[in-house]
């Protein structure tokens, strides 16, 4: 049965408000109190692109919160919300642009390809914004509202689809990064801004998995990293104004107070991106060169496991190994979920070993009933507790599956209690 109006493109509730961005590059902002009927929103803002990605950052303020809108050629539009209804003006961030005047990043350059923006999520206590930037995450310093820094996650052409922070074992801040091309997860200290960890999400058997997770740069002391989030760059001419020069446009001059939404909206894919090289993970300057970068399982059978897959070799096993590509990533409890296109959750916790840390598949969850329901879409936190898992099939059926949200302690309960069953099943048996 078609629908009538314009096909979303995301949503998102907050507070007693629903937010909808539709393809027609417009954002719908609906009451969801009292008998308010969705057909008539309060108020309806345009948008230079299609939005691809909105998410809320609460402020100080009582009732009161900014709403980001990533959109499809990078650029972020940061609205004041108060009392549930957008400001009249809105602050726009240009990813394009600061790659260029901060980070000196080349127009030529694939990663200033338009990349559409999929993830966002808040780090240090809310003070900061980490959303994918194509192959790379950059960081919005919500005081400021400006991009601060970049952090190189993946190469081109992947895209950063999913982001989510955690504890780990010391109470410290992490983030987990998933992107749409290698399958592997990236994660990071956000205190640091160090790469810890990474781990390969395909693996057909990831049960008792393990890799390990560094700890921070001992030469990295919190009052420098406190002193480097409030210094001023170096080049403070590039910072607010950005000088460009090209042989098809001549030189442009860009202020950054002024409007970029032009020049973010223009396609600029690089012509010279098959004959680039393209760097796995491991050969950034920010990767660690040690053995977290390096799966392997506890299961001594099968020490071939880590040889099928060099380090450096990033592509999937094949078209079959599709039902082992990660869609998303969760924050469950004090766990880590991993919902797979097959249906299957692997299920990540860290723990202690000696003086460092490690990540571990502690289970990896499946309901034989979901086969016949297709492939699994996509996933969702619900009410803090259950994660919500949509699957569509080929004739574009769509099916909910909920799971109950356990954590670790739960985990240790349900193998305590099937360890214990099975020895008094081994007694039952002997004493026939």
């Known amino acids: 049965m078609s629908c009538p109006g314009t096909k979303l493109c995301c949503q998102l509730k907050i507070q007693s408000s629903l937010w909808t961005a539709t393809e027609d590059q417009k954002i719908y902002v609906y009451s969801l109190q009292g008998m308010c009927p969705l057909k008539a929103p309060q108020k309806g803002i345009d948008t230079p692109a299609p939005v691809t990605c909105l998410f809320a950052v609460p402020v100080v303020k009582k009732n009161s919160y900014l709403m980001l809108a990533g959109m499809s050629d990078g650029l972020i539009a940061i609205y004041q919300v108060v009392c ?11 990813s394009r642009s600061a790659n260029r005047s901060i980070f000196l990043i080349a127009d030529d350059d694939p990663r200033q390809n338009p990349y559409a923006v999929k ?11 980490w959303y994918g930037n194509g192959p790379g995450i950059l960081i919005i310093d919500c005081a400021t509202l400006e991009i601060t820094r970049r952090l190189e996650a993946y190469s081109a052409p992947s895209t950063v689809v999913s982001i989510a922070c955690s504890s780990d074992c010391d109470g410290e801040e992490v983030a987990w990064c998933l992107d749409d091309q290698t399958n592997f997860l990236v994660v990071y200290h956000t205190a640091t801004y160090q790469l810890c960890a990474r781990y390969f999400c395909g693996d057909c058997s990831p049960l008792r998995d393990m890799f390990t997770v560094q700890p921070p740069s001992a030469l990295i002391s919190t009052t420098t990293l406190a002193a480097n989030r409030t210094a001023t760059p170096e080049r403070g001419s590039l910072v607010n104004v950005s000088i460009i020069h090209s042989l098809e446009l001549g030189t442009q001059i860009l202020n950054h107070q002024d409007s970029l939404t032009d020049y973010c909206s223009v396609s600029s894919h690089s012509p010279s991106l098959t004959n680039r090289v393209t760097r796995s993970p491991s050969s950034l300057p920010s990767s660690p060169v040690s053995s977290s970068s390096v799966l392997f399982s506890t299961d001594c059978e099968e020490p071939e496991k880590a040889e099928e897959r060099p380090e450096n070799d990033l592509r999937p096993a094949g078209d079959s190994a599709g039902h082992l590509w990660a869609v998303t990533v969760l924050p469950v409890k004090d766990l880590i979920w991993i919902p797979r296109r097959g249906g299957d959750i692997i299920v990540i916790g860290l723990e202690k070993e000696g003086e460092s840390q490690r990540g571990r598949v502690l289970a990896v969850l499946k309901a034989a009933e979901l086969a016949s329901y297709g492939s699994l879409v996509d996933a969702a936190i619900l009410a803090k507790d259950m994660v919500a898992c949509c699957f569509k099939n ?9 799971w109950k949200g356990w954590g670790a302690k739960d985990f240790d309960i349900f193998y305590k209690s099937y360890e214990e069953l099975g020895r008094l099943e081994v007694c039952m048996r002997k004493r026939r």
């Open 394 to 402: 080929d004739d574009t059926d769509y099916c909910l599956a909920v």
């Open 84 to 94: 549930g209804l957008p400001e009249s003006t809105c602050h726009y961030l240009c």
């Open 119 to 129: 993830a966002m999520e808040t780090a240090n206590s809310s003070t900061e914004v």
